[in-house]
Each structure stands twice: as structure tokens, then as C-alpha cells.
């Protein structure tokens, strides 16, 4: 065997001398066998570059070579039992087994254990082996700790031959024998000249095994990437031990250290340090301003310094948080590349129904889950647009019986939701109770298909539901496992697996930057890196100890027993050689980048891998030019030369500058219609001037007056016009939908005991009027008839039609019956000569001179006076606003129930010969409060309380609506689209003359 070392870059030179000067021909065949399939394309590339072609080279990766010789063997073998959920399930039955049923089988223990017994099965270690050392071998430390490494060792023996006996597949171990075996009377290996391990630091039993068989038959050449030097101590043992063990071997390295220069002599390695000019270290807000810069500097490279995207990689120590922003980024920016992202089916909309739609009876029906269902576009029902309707306005929370309890039920109501909500439930439920795993399988596809609309799949959805459906297949294959499925086993195997589906999304553009993570790039070279994520916890990664296969079990398997297995905490030590190679792999330019804080907005640290380079490299990160990304858009566009901002970014930086905006778009050849448009938009909101079509002025105001008023105006719409003319603008003018109120199973909501309490004072009271009791009944008796209308309306069982706890609804029924107790024994004796007659009463009334509104609304209650011929409006609050001057709350609180209830019942022909004694608001939420706006106050405040109303119409008709915020906004739907934050619009309302006036009608 021979051997050459060195660090990648010399490693790559030696490699190509070598063929250089050994290979006879064109003809001639060399097979290289390296680390990673990323390697061999770079290496294939290079000998195409620099000798012309590569024809006759075949690079393999250990694997797929591996897969070559078994599929050259002869015969017709099983195929290999994959790594999927069937494996996961092997083993969670294994764990279940008497004897190793020490650990409960949850999904991340079973993970746990899945690795573990692969790193076992890599390392070719023998149950036999472990067991003989167990019994025989003093070891105090096993002595006391290796009851937990007899028992894994017991569950490695049940799992080889368990994974041996699934019929129809065979474990790798047995196609890695074959593939020995094939070795030396291959064929396909005896066709080659030449055959070379190139990249390999590190290997696992199996890849060992493999090595040392092809050396024993053929000759071999080596290519390893080892150095003296600190980063390479994670290498160091495999190295002395392996490498250089099977004979000596040729130092090659030319100390090449690409942009780091001498200074890569010093990384990791002394106090010294080298400046570099090629290497930068960068600072930003977090991962979005990471890539941000990435791309404009690439930009800049390729627009100003001549280099090719194909030049250029970016890395990262895992590429998942920066994945999405890299393809939204570098599309926008035009950015050519090669890379392949992996995201989880959850991540997909599709997914998400798919995961909902099986998770429905787990989850208990509950709200928000069935909402996501029919809302989603893949449901396929005719009718879930009413379905979700009903579902948004349904007061059911969870379970099954509260949806059946609050649906509608009316012959004209649209009964197939519930109808559709049972037969799921009865679905999901068979499913739950199936006992064959292929019974499963045909019903929970036949589940999937009903429910999915396969008309809606595009591009890559198709491919998800076709994996989801092979998936469900699958699970026939379980019965080889365990023939009968157990209780509810099926629905939580199915999740599992559902869950750890994961799909690829590459863009492969020949020529473009080069994405992936460093792992993957160990060995590559490229003019210019980009290494994205030098933050804590992040680069390196924190790689804690294997709970099931301890660090100490692993020493004795590979320091004694001769196992080549690498121990959990050495990952330390290849995080260091992993960014040696990275920060190294740019030949003349090295950027370096770190977050300042992380997705969750909290602050980041720093790797101490970004301190070490800036100490190797003599920078200072603390410098005041230090290069710093800012979190601030408008701050980034500014940092970034106008010839590379997107046409959204160039946007953005015109409107920075408004004076300048409309020569910029010209000058860039963006300038349109809806750029005027927009500059002449963002011009005028910059105005502190009067009130103009961005603050609520409009043209259509008539319209909208002569809508509502032909409908008429209820008080609570002509108090939301007071309080807020832009909300109601946005409410009665647009029509936008307000959110649903938020459910809760611990409370009655304000606006639903409000209308239980009026339904029960309306039967009480009506019940005594009929009776002629009124004036008559005791305290006792009153309770009495109370609890006879609190019975009707409020009954044992009524929390199902709210969806609250039926305890909570105890307490709430108890405190709704003593608050009104106390109301209607103090109310029963302020009556006076006053008897409630008409409760619940619809009324409006037309518009007059004085008044030119349509008035309309509900009379909570009237009580009359039959000998004197008056009559007095009363209307119940839940809750007490205002003061108890009703005169002047009806301008400062805009309480105008009392008056304009008055207004009304005047001018109906019910009160016809009765002189109106004025109002009352009656609380009844924290005990009997009375307050009165009597006859004379209400003849005194007629006149202004009707100009005031006036004034209102007037601002609608006119078109005038402006913010006013006020402690109300919080409960506002609409307060993230008005501009309550924008100084100018609110200047220009606070100022504006329809404010101005509105605030002195009020004073």
C-alpha cells in the first residue's frame, strides 16, 4: 500500500501529480473510492479541466462501492430492510420484550437506541465478544456501571438476529458480506490499473473492513488528509493506528493554507499571529443579515472583480437555518447555485392537512384543528366553505359531543358538517381499533383519498401524496414484525412515521455558487468562501454524550476490544478539523460571518471559533470599522451600492430619499404609473396639512350614510362613530370582517351573560306583569319566580352549549343567580308607582327636522304609570360606565341609550296620550346600581344632545372619518391598518376641523 498525507488542498495536487505521472493512457481504468460523493465530483472536475477529459475514472463512494459488488455477486438476494419507521418499529418491539423492557420505548429513546445499534453495526462489534470481555475482564468501572452495557449488549444480539429474520429483506450486514466475498473474484475490480482511498480521516468498522480487504487482494494507493498540526487531533489516532500502521507513507504537504496563509499555521496552534488581507470577519444582526451580505458580496465579486459564481461556495455548519432565506435571497438577487435542502413534511402545507387530518380523534376534535382541516385547500367536500363557517361561528372547543351539541340542527341548516364530523370520528376510531396492519392500511388510505382534493396538488405536492400514500402502504409490512396491531397503536405508528418523512428540494444550475454544509465540503476548493454561522452552539456544535452507548463503552470497544468506534465527546475534536477545512477551502478570499442575535430574537454569542481566527488572522472584532451588518433594512440599502439592490430593495432606497425618488426610478428605468401613484401617496402622508384621501376622507361618504340610515342607526353604531370615525369607517363603510372572539372553556364571555340576563329579567318580570304581581309579590316569592326563569334559561347541562368545564359552569351559574337576586329585590322596591310592562321591544323611528336620522334599536324595558300617564325607559348594563350624570355622560362617555331610547318611544304609537318621565341605566354586575336622566334633564339637553347626533351624520355624509386612538384600540381589530403610529396622520386628525369640532360639541 502506498501512502500519502497532507491537508486537502496539497492532498488534491498530490493526487493529480499522481495521475500525471503514473497513468499510462487514456485507457488506462483507476477507480478512486472517496469520502464523500461532493469530493469525487471535485476531483472528477479537475481532471477534466486540467488533463482534458476523465474518461475511464470511476469515483465511488465506500457505499457505492459496496452496492457494486453486491449487485455483481451472483444470485438474486432479498432487499435491504431500510432505515425507515419498519426498522423503528423492530425495535420498540424488541424493547418490549421481557428482559430488555428496561426503558419506556418512547420515539426519542428509540431513535437513541436506532443510532446506537447502527454505530454497533458499523463498527462490526460482536455480541459475543462484549460478552466474554463482560464476564471475564476486571474492570472496575463495568463492575460497577455495566448493567446497562449487558443489557444493550442482550438487545444488539435479539436486534441482528430479529433484523435477520423480517421476510422478504436482509440486513446490510449480510449485503456487506456478500460484497466481501465478491471482492476478490470481481470482475468489475480486476478491470482496473489503479485504485485509490482518497479523503478519508476517519472511517467506521464496516468502511475499515472493506479497506483492508481490497489491500489484501489488490494494490492499493491512499490519499489522506492528515497534518501535524491541532486541528487534525480528531484524525490523529485513526491515522497512526491506521494508515500509517499498514506501512510508511509520504508526507506531500506544501503548506497550503489558501486565504489564511501563514496564518493558518497558527490557528488552533500558538499565540501567533499573520495578517491576512484575503480573510474578513463579519457581524450581523442575525441569520437574514448573514445572507444579505452573502449575496451582495457575491454580487460585488463577480460584477467588480471578475470572479465566476462557480468559483464561490457558502457553507455552514448546518445549512437548515439559513436554507429558505438562501433560495428567497439569492432568487431575488438573481444568484445562480447548486444546492439541496431537506425539510420535514410538516413543513409543507400539504403536510399539515395530511398530519391534521389523522391527528382529529387524538386531539379530540378540538377547534382549532378542525378549522384547519376545512379551511385547507387540499379538503375535498363540496361544501367546506360552509363548513368552515359553521365551524368559525360554532361554539364548540373540543370533543365530539360539543360539536354535536352546538352545530345547527334546523331543517334549513346545513346539517352534512356534523354528519361529515361523525363519520370521520367513526374512521379514525375503526382505525384506533384495527388488529391487522394491512386492514389499517386500506382504511386510512381510503381515509386520505375521500378527504383530499388531488385536483388542488401542484409540482411538488404530487410527489408528497404519493409518498404519504406508499407510506401508508408500507405498514402491511408490520405484520412480518407483530401480525396484530394494539389498541390505538395503528393512528400513533402511522403519526410517527408521517413525521419523520422528509423531502429534498434541489436547484442544480451548472456554473452557480455552491451551497452545502461543511460536513459535505470537507476536501473541496473554491476561490471565495463564505462561512455563514460562526456563533456558540452553532459552529461548533455541542455534541453531548450518547445516553444509551456511554463514552465509556465506547473505549473499551475500541481501545480494548479492537472495535473502531469513535467516542461522542471526540466530536469536539472534529468540529475543530471540520472548520480547519472549511475556513481553508477559499484559495484567496475567506468571509467569515456571525449573527448577533439568534431566530428568537434573543442575543447571540459568538463562537469561539470566530475569536480564534480573529486572533490567527490579527483582526479586532471590537474595532469601530470592524465590518458590521445592521438589522435595519434601510441601514443595509444604504451600505450596499444601488447597482446591486434588488428592484424591491432599489424601491425601498428611493423612497428613503422622496425628494430624489421619481429621478431615481427614471434613472433606473423602474418609473410607472404606480410608482407616480405611490411617491404621490407617501408624499402626501408626509403632509402635516388637512385631512386628505390616506386619513379617512373619502368620496362616497352620501353612500354610506344612506345605507345605514335606511337601515337605521342603533346607538352602539353612533357611539362607535364617536369614539373612533375611522373604525366605523373600516366596520360599516368596508365591511371587514371582524376575528372570531376567542373561546374559552373557563368563562362565560361579557356579550353572552349580558343576553342571558336579559332573557331572564324579560320572563321574570313579564311572568309578574301577567300576573298582576308586581307590586304585590314578597322578597321570598320573587326568588321564587326567578329561579323559574333562571331555570328556563340557564339549566344544568347548559354548559355543552357554551363549551365550558361543567364545574366552571357550576360557579358560573352561581354567581349569575345571586347577582340577579340582589337585582330584582332592590329593583322590585325603587319601582315606585312604576309597573315594567314591555321588555325586549323593538323600536325605531323616523328622521325629522330636528333630528335627521333614522334612530332604531331594542328597549331592554319600559315601565308605566298607569294613573299619571308617564312612562320611563330603563336599560340594563352587565357592567358601569360612565358617572351618574346620564346628561353628561352622554357626551363625555358617548352613552346614548338614554336619550335616544327616550327619542324613540315618544313618537311610538304604544306611549300615544303618555308623557315620557325620562330613563335609567340599571347595573347589574357588581350589585343593584340606579342612574336616572329624568324628564327635565332630558328636555334641557335635547336640543344640544340632537346637534351633537347631528354633527355625527354630517361626518359621514361629508366622507370624513380620521383615527382618534384611545385605551380602546387595544381591543380593536382594526388598529394594525389605521396608522395610529404615524405621527403625521395623527397630527393631521388631532388638528383637522371635523376633530376639532367633534372635541368642542363633547366639551
Not at 488542498?9 to 500525471?20: G, H
Not at 449488549?153 to 435477520?164: K, Q, V
Not at 434541489?506 to 465540503?521: E, F, K, L, P, Y
Not at 314578597?778 to 340557564?794: Q, T
Request: glycine share 6%; proline share 4%; charged share 25%.
Amino acid at each position: 500500500m502506498e501512502l500519502f498525507y497532507a491537508h486537502y488542498p496539497s492532498l488534491e495536487d498530490a493526487f493529480v501529480r499522481r495521475v500525471q505521472t503514473r497513468r499510462s493512457g487514456v485507457l488506462s481504468r483507476w477507480l478512486v473510492v472517496c469520502s464523500s460523493s461532493l469530493l469525487a465530483q471535485r476531483l472528477r472536475e479537475r481532471l477534466a479541466r486540467e488533463l482534458g477529459a476523465a474518461a475511464n475514472f470511476y469515483f465511488l463512494t465506500a457505499g457505492a462501492l459496496v452496492s457494486e459488488l453486491d449487485r455483481e455477486a451472483p444470485g438474486q438476494p432479498p432487499a435491504l430492510l431500510p432505515q425507515d419507521n419498519l426498522r423503528d418499529f423492530l425495535i420498540k418491539n424488541l424493547l418490549a420484550e421481557p428482559g430488555l423492557n428496561r426503558y419506556p420505548a418512547s420515539r426519542g429513546f428509540v431513535q437513541a437506541v436506532k443510532s446506537a445499534l447502527r454505530d454497533l453495526e458499523d463498527a462490526l462489534a460482536e455480541p459475543d465478544v462484549l460478552d466474554e470481555h463482560l464476564r471475564t475482564a476486571p474492570d472496575a468501572v463495568l463492575e460497577q456501571d455495566g448493567a446497562r452495557l449487558e443489557w444493550f449488549n442482550r438487545l444488539y444480539r435479539r436486534y441482528l438476529a430479529a433484523a435477520a429474520a423480517v421476510p422478504g429483506f436482509r440486513p446490510y450486514q449480510q449485503a456487506f458480506e456478500r460484497a466481501l466475498q465478491q471482492a476478490e473474484n470481481s470482475d468489475f475490480l480486476h478491470g482496473f490499473d489503479e485504485i485509490i482511498f482518497y479523503g478519508f480521516y476517519d472511517m467506521t468498522g464496516r468502511q475499515l473492513e472493506l479497506f483492508n480487504r481490497l489491500r489484501a487482494l489488490y494494490a492499493v494507493t491512499v490519499f489522506a488528509p492528515y497534518l501535524k498540526h491541532p486541528a487534525y487531533r480528531f484524525a490523529q489516532k485513526f491515522f497512526e493506528t491506521n494508515w500509517l500502521g499498514a506501512g510508511s507513507g509520504e508526507n506531500v504537504d506544501r503548506g497550503h493554507f489558501g486565504a489564511l496563509g501563514k496564518s493558518g499555521q497558527f490557528l488552533f496552534a500558538s499565540s501567533d499571529s499573520a495578517p491576512q488581507a484575503g480573510v474578513h470577519i463579519v457581524s450581523a444582526a442575525d441569520a437574514r443579515g448573514e445572507v444579505f451580505y452573502a449575496a451582495k458580496e457575491i454580487l460585488r465579486l463577480t460584477e467588480k472583480e471578475g470572479y465566476r459564481l462557480s468559483d464561490i461556495a457558502v457553507l455552514a455548519r448546518s445549512l437548515a437555518p439559513y436554507q429558505e432565506e438562501i433560495q428567497r435571497v439569492f432568487a431575488e438577487n438573481c444568484i445562480a447555485f447548486n444546492g439541496s435542502f431537506s425539510y420535514p413534511l410538516s413543513k409543507f402545507p400539504l403536510g399539515v392537512f395530511c398530519l391534521n387530518l389523522f391527528s382529529l380523534l387524538a386531539n379530540g376534535f378540538d377547534r382549532q384543528t378542525v378549522l384547519a382541516v376545512v379551511s385547507s385547500p387540499y379538503f375535498k367536500p363540496a361544501q367546506k366553505n360552509v363548513w368552515r363557517r359553521q365551524a368559525a361561528q360554532s361554539l364548540a372547543s373540543r370533543d365530539l359531543s360539543q360539536w354535536r351539541d352546538l352545530l345547527p340542527h334546523g331543517p334549513e341548516d346545513d346539517t352534512s358538517f356534523l354528519a361529515w364530523l361523525e363519520d370521520t370520528h367513526a374512521r379514525l376510531d375503526a382505525l384506533a381499533r384495527v388488529r391487522d396492519w394491512a386492514g389499517g392500511a386500506a382504511l386510512a388510505l381510503a381515509f386520505l383519498e375521500q378527504n383530499t382534493d388531488v385536483s388542488q396538488l401542484q409540482g411538488k405536492e404530487t410527489e408528497i401524496f404519493q409518498t404519504v400514500c406508499e407510506k401508508i402502504k408500507s405498514f402491511s409490512l408490520y405484520a412480518s414484525i407483530r401480525p396484530t396491531v394494539q389498541p390505538g397503536e395503528w393512528v400513533r405508528e402511522l403519526t410517527d412515521a408521517l413525521t419523520g418523512l422528509s423531502f429534498h428540494e434541489t436547484q442544480a444550475v451548472r456554473g452557480g455558487v455552491t451551497v452545502t454544509d461543511v460536513s459535505r465540503a470537507r476536501g473541496l476548493q473554491f476561490k471565495v468562501v463564505f462561512l455563514l454561522g460562526l456563533n456558540d452552539k452553532v459552529f461548533p456544535l455541542i455534541t453531548p454524550e450518547d445516553p444509551v452507548l456511554r463514552d465509556y463503552y465506547r473505549y473499551v470497544l475500541r481501545d480494548v476490544l479492537g472495535y473502531w468506534i469513535n467516542q461522542s465527546l471526540d466530536r469536539a475534536d472534529e468540529e475543530r478539523l471540520l472548520f480547519f477545512a472549511a475556513a481553508t477551502a477559499g484559495t484567496e478570499k475567506l468571509y467569515t460571518t456571525y449573527a448577533r442575535a439568534g431566530q428568537d430574537g434573543k442575543e447571540a454569542v459568538r463562537s469561539l471559533y470566530a475569536a480564534e481566527l480573529a486572533r490567527a488572522c490579527g483582526l479586532d472584532l471590537a474595532a469601530q470599522d470592524a465590518a458590521r451588518v445592521s438589522g435595519r433594512l434601510s441601514e443595509r440599502i444604504n451600505q450596499t451600492e444601488s447597482e446591486f439592490l434588488t428592484p424591491k430593495e432599489l424601491s425601498l432606497s428611493f423612497i428613503l430619499h422622496p425628494e430624489t425618488a421619481a429621478a431615481q426610478y427614471r434613472r433606473a428605468g423602474l418609473w410607472s404609473g404606480e410608482k407616480e401613484h405611490t411617491l404621490a401617496a407617501a408624499a402626501a402622508l408626509r403632509q402635516s396639512g388637512a385631512l386628505g384621501a390616506f386619513d379617512g376622507v373619502v368620496q362616497s361618504g352620501a353612500e354610506i350614510f344612506a345605507k345605514e340610515n335606511a337601515a337605521g342607526f342603533s346607538p352602539s353604531a353612533l357611539q362607535e362613530l364617536g369614539q373612533c370615525p375611522l373604525k366605523y369607517f373600516l366596520d360599516k363603510g368596508l365591511h371587514l370582517q371582524e376575528p372570531d372572539d376567542p373561546l374559552s372553556r373557563q368563562e362565560l364571555s361579557p356579550d353572552r351573560r349580558g343576553t342571558a340576563y336579559h332573557e331572564i329579567l324579560k320572563d321574570f318580570y313579564e311572568d309578574l306583569y301577567q300576573r298582576g304581581l308586581t307590586h304585590e309579590v314578597s322578597d321570598a316569592a320573587a326568588l321564587e319566580y326567578l329561579e323559574r326563569a333562571f331555570e328556563k334559561h340557564c339549566r344544568a347541562d347548559g354548559y355543552r352549549l357554551f363549551g365550558i368545564y361543567p364545574v366552571v359552569w357550576e360557579l358560573i351559574l352561581q354567581e349569575m343567580k345571586e347577582k340577579l337576586s340582589a337585582f330584582v329585590l332592590e329593583d322590585l322596591h325603587e319601582l315606585g308607582p312604576y309597573t315594567p310592562a314591555w321588555f325586549e321591544m323593538p323600536v325605531s323611528s323616523e328622521p325629522s327636522e330636528e333630528l335627521p336620522l333614522r334612530l332604531r334599536g331594542i328597549i331592554d324595558r319600559v315601565d308605566v304609570d298607569g294613573v299619571h300617564k308617564t312612562f320611563r325607559v330603563a336599560d340594563y348594563k352587565s357592567s358601569r360606565k360612565g358617572t351618574k350624570d346620564l346628561a353628561s355622560d352622554f357626551f363625555t362617555h358617548l352613552i346614548f341609550q338614554p336619550f335616544i331610547y327616550v327619542w324613540i318611544a315618544r313618537r311610538l304609537a304604544a306611549f300615544e296620550g303618555y308623557e315620557s318621565d325620562g330613563s335609567c341605566l340599571l347595573s347589574i354586575n357588581k350589585g343593584y346600581v340606579r342612574r336616572d336622566l329624568s324628564a327635565d334633564a332630558y328636555r334641557r339637553m335635547q336640543p344640544r344632545a340632537c346637534g351633537f347626533l347631528k354633527q355625527l351624520a354630517e361626518m359621514i355624509q361629508t366622507g370624513t372619518f380620521f383615527i382618534s386612538p384611545s385605551d380602546l384600540c387595544a381591543y380593536c381589530p382594526y388598529a394594525g391598518i389605521c396608522r395610529r403610529d404615524s405621527f403625521k396622520s395623527l397630527l393631521r386628525a388631532r388638528k383637522s376641523a371635523a376633530s376639532q369640532a367633534l372635541e368642542e360639541a363633547r366639551r
